[in-house]
């Protein structure tokens, strides 16, 4: 793996991944397709195995793709965390890397399922067709933050008439990476900041459970995150 210019390639495409998904939200110019998927193949070019490269530029390529996370919880914080902040930054790239490829497999996985279970949105509540023009559904008063879903795994009691497949229980667990930092199942609306839940009709339990005090809590850490320009 070329590893070296990892993370300025990665930084780079998320960059200009916002730029185009924008646009095509706002429908006020044409993207630039080229620059895009220049930066695409820049990117994955730091993996040396075709079927890598492959489910890579089908994840990233995805409009639902939760670039904003995994750049904030994968990669900008990694070098936070115990046992790797003092690791030198070609191993801290290496493992970002690694963190990308798992989930862009896992993300394929639910994508590709949720398109045979999620006939007009019964699943999702939205149609995940890719479309700009369908807006994500106000539910209560959920500002769509994704903090919330920053987490590492929980009891996956699914609810809702539609039996998930055996292997969403195990990435709501966690079992699936051991890169998870954030819910598997939570997708983000064209690279704008705003996350959705992808399976929100049949959520686990304790999705439903989460109250509106927790919600507070954590925003007061969003807040101060903000006042401390963390991203």
């Not at 070296?4 to 095509?24: A, G, T, V, Y």
């Not at 292997?167 to 954030?182: I, K, L």
């Not at 439903?208 to 401390?228: P, S, T």
């Amino acid at each position: 793996m070329k590893i070296l210019s990892f993370k300025r390639l990665f930084f780079d495409f998320c960059r200009i991944n916002r730029s185009r998904r924008e646009q095509e939200v706002q429908g006020t110019s044409k993207p630039d397709l080229h620059g895009w998927h220049e930066a695409l193949v820049s990117l994955v070019s730091c993996y040396q195995l075709r079927g890598e490269r492959q489910v890579l530029t089908e994840a990233l390529s995805d409009p639902y793709f939760p670039f904003t996370k995994l750049q904030k919880l994968n990669v900008r914080k990694l070098e936070r965390e115990p046992g790797l902040k003092d690791l030198p930054d070609e191993s801290l790239g290496r493992i970002a890397a690694e963190h990308l490829l798992q989930w862009a497999k896992i993300f394929t996985s639910i994508r590709v399922t949720l398109r045979s279970l999620n006939r007009d949105g019964q699943v999702s509540s939205l149609s995940l067709r890719g479309s700009p023009g369908e807006t994500i559904p106000r539910t209560g008063r959920c500002n769509h933050c994704g903090c919330c879903c920053e987490i590492r795994g929980g009891p996956a009691e699914f609810t809702g008439p539609i039996e998930p497949p055996g292997e969403w229980f195990m990435y709501f667990r966690g079992d699936g990476t051991g890169y998870q930092r954030f819910c598997p199942f939570l997708f983000e609306y064209f690279a704008t900041g705003t996350f959705f839940c992808s399976i929100y009709l049949i959520k686990p339990k304790c999705c439903w459970e989460f109250d509106r005090e927790e919600c507070d809590f954590l925003q007061q850490d969003v807040a101060r995150e903000g006042a401390e320009g963390v991203h």
